[in-house]
T-cell receptor, first 113, second 115 residues
């Protein structure tokens, strides 16, 4: 079984709709991240969490919110989706505080019409 | 501020030839450097990292990378490319002195290996 899973894998929605992307991990890592990938821009950090009670904004958090329900679960929400949020979204975990090698889920391809 | 640059959007190489994917970085403290690979319809996979020690780091699938402090580079290399190496490669850097969270990813380099 995959160590980091994301649901759904693909989603098409309309402008103004609320969307939740879910992430679960079995690696036992405290650190979890949400990134979005756009062609030519690499990965940009949306939110990160170092433990259940520690959630922080990344570089592009506007229009997004997160919830860390447990060590293993970290959800990303788009309260009112807009077309420029069309992207590939990745969840990742980080292994240790100092090296932070990251382990990624398979991604969610989100299209906002 | 941290930054990482991958100067080539795409690298083309023939199967069996050596390959190099370039990466340069900027951090104020000691760099922690990473390479990740992304295959189609997959998430990023960790390939290798440099934290300290030997400048030549060996990783998965026969890849290696050389840390060059004076040139602030961390180029990814493989002696003999395979068609299956075709993928998107990301370099990433973290400031090892801060102990904080921020890992910066490059924009990615697409590698095409032709049979």
């Amino acid at each position: 079984d995959a160590d980091v899973t994301q649901t759904p894998r693909n989603r098409i929605t309309k402008t103004g709709k609320r969307i939740m992307l879910e992430c679960s991990q079995t690696k036992g890592h405290d650190r979890m991240y949400w990134y979005r990938q756009d062609p030519g821009l690499g990965l940009r950090l949306i939110y990160y969490s170092f433990d259940v009670k520690d959630i922080n904004k990344g570089e592009i958090s506007d229009g997004y919110s997160v919830s860390r329900q447990a060590q293993a679960k970290f959800s990303l929400s788009l309260e009112s989706a807009i077309p420029n949020q069309t992207a590939l979204y990745f969840c990742a975990t980080g292994d240790t505080r100092f090296t932070d090698t990251q382990y990624f889920g398979p991604g969610t391809r989100l299209t906002v019409l | 501020a941290q930054s990482v640059a991958q100067p080539e959007d795409q690298v083309n190489v023939a199967e069996g030839n050596p390959l190099t994917v370039k990466c340069t970085y900027s951090v104020s403290g000691n760099p922690y450097l990473f390479w990740y690979v992304q295959y189609p319809n997959r998430g990023l996979q960790f390939l290798l990292k440099y934290i300290t020690g030997d400048n030549l780091v060996k990783g998965s699938y026969g890849f290696e990378a050389e840390f060059n402090k004076s040139q602030t580079s961390f180029h990814l290399k493989k002696p003999s490319a395979l068609v299956s190496d075709s993928a998107l490669y990301f370099c990433a850097v973290r400031d090892g002195d801060t102990g904080g969270f921020k890992t910066i990813f490059g924009a990615g380099t697409r590698l095409f290996v032709k049979a």
